[in-house]
């Protein structure tokens, strides 16, 4: 079992730059965790909401600055 307090102690922003860390390499070795069906079917649809009306997305930056600003 790995020992999180250390990880825990840090700074909210220093936890945040771990976790995107860990995400970003969970990202990279995407074959190691495949999708069940039912994500995929998921995926799938929003894809094609997205590419149906482009401009209902909103892009990464966006998303994540009115995120952290709640």
Not at 35 to 62: C, H, I
Request: net charge negative; aromatic share 6%; no cysteine.
């Amino acid at each position: 079992m790995i020992d999180l307090r250390p990880i825990l102690e840090l700074p909210v922003s220093e936890r945040l730059r771990v976790l995107e860390e860990i995400w970003d390499s969970l990202a990279a070795d995407v074959d190691a965790a495949p999708l069940s069906e039912e994500v995929k079917q998921e995926l799938d649809l929003r894809l094609a909401e997205l590419e149906a009306d482009p401009n209902s997305g909103v892009p990464w930056e966006e998303a994540r600055k009115r995120y952290f600003e709640r």
